[in-house]
């Protein structure tokens, strides 16, 4: 299905040479960091399909959450995992997120669920199930996958590496603005939401949270969207061009 997809975008949509090379895109960075946002135009721009892997992660602690199972037991969330699917579709209005065949993908965005999605992510027999997952949708080439460690597990060979960044305050700031009126919370919850989210996913043993070695950080601190999706383009302009010559 997603191979399908693949075929039809590699030969419909791309017209460019470097395009035509199906290339791998991972951006990886903090919470809050835009990389959806950013992730979704490039993948527009360029022809590619946009995987969000964060959203993987969040359907399972959905069922993890309604099956009552405690996020900090290993064994028993790698039973539920084998008891469960996780499929991803790329679209125009971003992935839609099936779990066990049911579309969950109004259902991700509560706050219990992303403090459940990091909770289940630093269980490293869970990251192995869902890396591999991911390792199979992107084998094809042809996407931009956006997470926590596409450049550095994931696809350690992707043709581009992205690592967006911004200050925390400026982070929990945008997430804040980004909750409409009215909002239910201080800016300042919103912000040591991010912060315990970002030391969670930053210090956890198993692939935790960093740059690749060769990413290109790019910092959004004092950025307009307009510059930070620029920037982003130009970058991968310039190494996919590097590639083919
Ligand atoms: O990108 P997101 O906010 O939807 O991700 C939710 C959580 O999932 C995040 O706090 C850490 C985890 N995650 C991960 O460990 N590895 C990924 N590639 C993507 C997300």
Known sequence: MIADLMNLVASD????TTARLRPIIAIDGPAGAGKSTIA???ARYFGLLNLETGAMYRAF???ALAANVSLDDPAALLALSAKTRVRVEPGEEGNRVFLDDED???QLRD???TDGA????VHPRIRAWMVALQQELGAAGGVVMEGRDIGTVVFPNADVKIFLDAAP????LRRYDQMGEPAEVQPEEVIQELRARDARDRNRADSPLKAAEDAIILDSTHLTLE???TQAEAIVEAKLARKTV
């Open 118 to 121: 990091s909770r289940v992510s």
């Open 227 to 229: 510059e930070v999706l």
């Open 169 to 172: 305050e400026v982070r929990g």
């Open 40 to 42: 979704r135009h490039l």
């Open 13 to 16: 949509n791309l017209t460019t």
């Open 111 to 113: 706050a219990a669920i």
């Open 104 to 106: 969950v993908t109004s």
């Open 61 to 63: 602690a959905l069922k």
